[in-house]
């Protein structure tokens, strides 16, 4: 177990690498923040030249790669951290010098427990991407095959572990303070992040996620998920096929393909709605860097967008998915009564609230952006109106739906580069409405009725069991020690994280941030 000296002398590096790049000023400004906090914040920056303008990505860079996979959860959550920080973190994407190729050679003669030479014909000895958890090369198969190659970065496990567990204890004792950040509930946030970090340094995992979601995705050819080579990935090394194309982030190469930029915006919104509201499972890291433009060709007569690392997967079971797309489509149409009565049944806003004061209040911060095009929104505007929502309303922070939320501002901002004249509101609209007829009919929701109904029903015999254990009989020998409790049946509608964004008016208008 690591001393509180240990964790306080780590908190003391990070807090004045921080502000060094100016990352703290946001705390002392803050008036929510205790006085205590602000106090330290202002102490770590005695003695050191702050630049102008506060550079939180390069903070996190500079402090190690479980730092980056931190700032990356925390641009998504411009309510704990504020939108300028937010928006900044958002840059952080993996991108690390590489490891010398002997390192590479090592950590794959151990996963393979021999040489790698046994199983590839050729690697690259120049990594294509280097990341904070791992890189990747390209290589060839003994059968001729071309494929990505992604290995685990040496010690990597240990780091995350030792950084992390200082994040929990300094959430923990945050909590403690009450007030605002109670409400923001850090440990949570650390949880989250927790379970996605472990995740991906198991590569298998990442691996059975791009299995998964290619079956999913296998209504949208237009969406290229890889193969994976499973005789050839263990728990540190994952191959891949190889994705031939252009990465969307090299804009010039991507123009110099002249294809219509328009119709691969509309496949990337399409495919990540099908993905998160049809399917339930959504590739949660979809930046520029991890999209490629495939042109046509191979039997192909459309562009295709090709996608890559799985390491972060989001999941939404139906009935979450269901009620995503009455928040949406609710909002899409102006219906904010319908949007406010959905939040008071699933218990997102306390039942004292008055639920036509929290229409009104949704009211205010969606009809000003309804029908404008993303680059005429006040991004600063919409960001004030849903922070004073979730304030005034008493609405918890529900964190493991903000990775949604996340990815769908990472979807918006790839798409606009793509297409400037896009309207996230009416590109969502058709696909909404067309899921929202088909799941939300007399006859879908009926199926639903049934399907429920006879799960309760084969439920009936163990609990009249229990029952009957517990119930004396006259006579009878001393009751035996009872029978662990039954879980908690399933809410009626599950919580799908509100969040200081608030999944009120944040599911949709996220495309916008």
Known sequence: MTSSVTHTWRLLRWGRTLARHGALRGIEAD??????????????????????????AEAFEAIGPAAIKLGQALATRPDLVGPEAAHDLARLQDALPPLPFADVEAALTIAYEGPWSQHFA??????????????????????????????????????????????????????????????????????????????ELDLRREAASASELKAAMIAEPDFLVPDVDWA???????????????????????????????????????????QAIGEGFFHADMHQGNLFVIPPGNGTEHPRIGVIDFGIMGRLDRRARVYLAEIIYGLLTGNYRRVAEIHFEAGYVPAHHDIG???TALRAVGEPIRGLATRDISIANLLDGLFAITRAFDMAVQPHLLLLQKTMVMVEGVALSLDPDLNMWNAAEPYVAAWMRDELSPEARLADSLVLNWRGLRQLPRILRQLADRVPVEGAAPPQPPLPPLPDAPSRWPLVAVGSLALAVGVVVGWLI
């Open 31 to 56: 008036t929510n923040a205790p006085a205590g906090i602000r106090r330290l914040a202002r102490i770590a920056r005695i003695g050191v030249n702050t630049p102008a303008v506060p550079r939180y």
């Open 357 to 359: 004061e929290f229409a």
């Open 232 to 274: 050839l990935t263990t728990r540190r090394v994952l191959v891949i096929d190889w994705i031939g194309g252009v990465k969307m982030s090299d804009r010039a190469a991507v123009d110099a393909l002249g294809l219509d930029r328009a119709a691969i915006a509309a496949t990337l919104v399409r495919s990540f709605l099908r």
């Open 122 to 199: 050729h690697i690259d000895p120049v990594a294509v991407g280097a990341a904070s958890i791992a890189q990747v090369h390209r290589g060839r198969t003994h059968d001729g095959r071309d494929v990505a190659i992604k290995v685990l970065r040496p010690g990597i496990e240990a780091e995350m572990a030792q950084s992390i567990e200082t994040y929990e204890w300094a959430a923990a004792h945050a909590e403690t303070l009450g007030g605002e950040f109670a409400r923001l509930r850090p440990r949570a946030v650390i949880a989250s992040f927790k379970a996605w970090t472990f995740a």
